[in-house]
């Protein structure tokens, strides 16, 4: 199984930046394709990032050249730089790993981004 932890949400204005953690208890972490999703009030959850066992990524389009998703296997954690936040970036913002045809979720950490 994989559990996962998110951490580094938090209030930032327009402009600013944040870095997104997602920590996995698994001994297969190099295996596992992870992604950010995030869920803005009253809005359907979206994808934002994914990045695959062989550090292939990919991004929504409103996020690309703002937004890099990354993997360190030796911490067994993920991560997503979001850089030059808009407001329209508020949301909860929630780690997804897939490991062979099982999916796990993070419980979710807020950002909030002000105008």
């Known amino acids: ?6 951490s580094g949400g938090g209030l930032v204005q327009a402009g600013g930046s944040l870095r997104l953690s997602c920590a996995a208890s698994t001994s297969t972490f190099s295996f596992i394709l992870f992604g950010w999703y995030r869920q803005a009030p009253g809005k359907q959850r979206e994808l934002v990032a994914h990045i695959s066992r062989d550090d292939l990524t990919a ?3 409103s996020v690309k050249g703002r937004f890099t998703i990354s ?4 911490k067994n954690t993920v991560y997503l ?6 407001p329209e970036d508020t949301a909860v913002y929630y780690c997804k790993a ?11 950490t807020l950002v909030t981004v002000s105008s």
């Open 1 to 6: 199984q994989v559990q996962l932890v998110e």
């Open 71 to 74: 993997r360190d296997n030796a």
């Open 98 to 108: 897939d490991l062979d045809y099982m999916h796990y979720w993070g419980k979710g």
């Open 81 to 86: 730089q979001m850089n030059n936040l808009k």
């Open 59 to 61: 991004y929504v389009e």
